[in-house]
């Protein structure tokens, strides 16, 4: 292997040699087809820091001219086959009359620039290749969380990375679901080569957030399609969501019912409070709380009411309420009174009964549930409307009968006066009239 002294040697030879050219070949005509093609080709290249760059000098035609490649500080680095620059990482790959090929390992961002292929004819013809290191990012740290966070406060997370070239990019998720409203801050590092990136998410901490995963990805051309992603799992303490849920939703005297109170919050709240219109449950015998589930048997009017649950844990307390109304036991068979003779008089009374038995569950379904504890007032309704519908039937009948009685007494003295009409005194007409005296003690009146 030639030394830097001896490169340098052959170099001042073929410069003597030039001078020492006859004046026709200083001055040449124009070059032929053929000598078109003795030109370096080469191309600009782009690698990783740490990676290796293959620099490939090629001419078409060569008549044994010689290659060399130089850096952009003009060292020469390899002259044909013979290396000039004292450099570990600079290997030769091929060396021919047309092909010069050299590859730089481990390559940093000092290495970044233009090089040159040079083909010593006369003139000397060169061709430049750009050499692009990538500066590749450091991996991103998400900064600024404090765990936990409570419902309401205002969260900044910022993401930052360095040693990016050219600057990188960053981008929000929040499950999966990207986060556009953020700022971003792009600043050179010392080196004035690479740069350091940064973005901030500013949002309100909500309990729909909680468990959530925000993840800060950096996209570099360096990475090959494989990003840089920092993860950060959020964990926000709400206070207690409430809800009761009813087993039955049209609740009769007699019946049972469940209620379960739903309650959600972080921490988990405590066990729940059960109350009834602001006071202690009133008949612990029947009302058994177990846990969060509150049930009732035997249900009766003096349990309608107003029922409260109520969960707390350490950040707060929340409750709900729920109105329970015990409804009547709906009977299908209302009481009639059938009198043969008096047919519009019965459908009359089937008719107002019904319509005063609907008028009466209107009532007790509409009033305030506290005012029905312990009344029995549609009981005495019903008992009222049975009597007035028999008064009024018992009068009916006897108007009826009444009646019945005057036409039949009109039609026997009618019948008593027969014969009489054409009688001159009153004598005659006694000694004319239908009957005689032996039958007179058969026409008897009767007076109830």
Not at 153 to 167: I, N
Not at 227 to 255: F, R
Not at 317 to 345: G, Q
Request: glycine share 6%.
């Amino acid at each position: 292997m030639w030394d830097a002294a001896a490169i340098n040697s052959v170099l001042q030879l073929k410069i003597l040699s030039f001078f020492l050219l006859p004046t026709s070949l200083l001055h040449p005509s124009p070059p032929s087809s053929g000598s078109q093609g003795q030109f370096p080709l080469t191309q600009n290249v782009t690698v990783v820091e740490g990676g290796t760059a293959n620099l490939t000098c090629r001419v078409d035609q060569n008549d044994n001219t010689s290659l060399q490649w130089s850096n952009p500080a003009q060292q020469t680095l390899y002259f044909d086959d013979k290396k000039a620059l004292r450099d570990n990482r600079i290997e030769l790959v091929r060396a021919s009359w047309h092909e010069l090929s050299i590859s730089v390992s481990d390559v940093s961002l000092s290495d970044e620039g233009q090089y040159t292929c040079s083909l010593f004819t006369m003139p000397v013809k060169t061709s430049k290749a750009f050499l692009t290191v990538l500066g590749v990012p450091e991996k991103p740290q998400i900064t600024g969380f404090t765990s936990p966070v409570m419902e309401g406060e205002r969260m900044q997370l910022t993401c930052k990375t360095s040693g990016s070239k050219p600057a990188a990019d960053i981008r929000w998720f929040k499950n999966d679901k990207e986060v556009k409203d953020v700022k971003y801050l792009k600043e050179e590092d010392a080196n004035r080569k690479t740069f350091t990136v940064s973005s901030t998410l500013d949002f309100l901490a909500d309990r729909n957030d909680d468990g959530a995963v925000v993840s800060c990805r950096v996209d570099h051309e360096s990475l090959n399609s494989t990003p840089q992603i920092a993860m950060q799992v959020l964990e926000i303490h709400y206070t207690p969501l409430v809800k009761i849920i009813s087993s039955n939703s049209w609740p009769e005297e007699g019946q049972s019912i469940i209620l379960t109170c739903e309650s959600k919050g972080k921490p988990v709240p405590e066990p729940v409070l059960w109350t009834k219109d602001g006071g202690e449950l009133p008949d612990p015998e029947r009302m058994v709380v177990n846990g969060r589930v509150l049930s009732i048997s035997f249900l009766n009017k003096t349990d309608n009411g107003t029922y409260r649950c109520e969960a707390k844990n350490p950040i707060g307390r929340n409750s709900t309420e729920y109105v329970l109304i015990v409804h009547d036991v709906f009977n299908t068979l209302l009481p009639t009174t059938v009198i043969p003779s008096l047919t519009t008089a019965t459908v009359t009374t089937t008719v107002a009964l019904t319509t005063s038995t609907t008028t009466s569950a209107t009532a007790i379904s509409t009033r305030d549930p506290n005012a029905l504890a312990g009344q029995t007032g549609p009981d005495h309704a019903l008992i009222g409307g049975i009597v007035a519908v028999v008064v009024f039937v018992t009068l009916c009948s006897i108007i009826l009968l009444g009646r019945y009685l005057a036409r039949h007494k009109g039609t026997y003295l009618t019948n008593e006066a027969k014969g009489a009409e054409d009688a001159p005194d009153a004598d005659t007409a006694i000694i004319n009239a239908e009957g005689s005296q032996v039958n007179a003690e058969e026409k008897k009146e009767y007076f109830i």
